[in-house]
């Protein structure tokens, strides 16, 4: 799916398996406390790498997204990226701007709670400008000239 998205990557100093396990289940904590629609339980995965991570599904129409620590080599770290597209919950079938509104803010709403509590390094990049400005008057203003561009070019059906 393509369109307005926010693109974060996490990262954490920890090695210990055991810790970054608690540290996925406090971001899961935190977004218990969000408007998801949905929040998932801590999955893990240890081949072909270690993964440790929790999915959420912010609305309908919204990409569902995932926090987590992915341990990749050669660096052995702990970290992880995704890209949640947002941009079709504001479809007026899925509940237009106000379940935009509500998937968007949600997903930057949990970003913001993992860098205050401390749980991560986050960066983002948010094609809506929220992450930046925090302004949702130019969050609207964003997603209206996205889909304006959808309604030009169209998804090949």
């Known amino acids: 799916m393509m369109g307005l998205s926010s693109r974060y990557g996490l990262a954490t100093t920890l090695s210990d398996t055991e810790a970054v396990r608690k540290l996925v289940g406090e971001m899961r904590r935190l977004a218990l406390a969000l408007p998801f629609e949905r929040v998932g339980p801590v999955i893990e995965i240890i081949r072909p790498h270690p993964l440790i991570c929790c999915p959420v599904w912010p609305g309908k129409g919204c990409e569902p997204a995932a926090f987590g620590f992915c341990k990749l080599p050669p660096g052995e770290r702990w970290q992880w990226s995704y890209t949640c597209c947002t941009q079709p919950a504001s479809r007026p079938e899925h509940g237009g701007l106000e379940n935009f509104l509500r998937c968007h803010l ?9 860098k205050r509590a ?11 400008g929220y992450w930046e400005r925090r302004d949702p008057k130019k969050l609207v203003e964003a997603v209206q000239a996205w889909n304006d561009v959808d309604l030009i070019f169209p998804e090949d059906g």
């Not at 949600?106 to 993992?114: F, K, N, R, S, Y």
């Not at 401390?118 to 809506?128: F, P, R, S």
Request: glycine content about 16%.
């Open 106 to 114: 949600a997903l930057i709403g949990l970003l913001d709670a993992i």
């Open 118 to 128: 401390g749980l991560a390094q986050a960066e983002v990049k948010d094609d809506g």
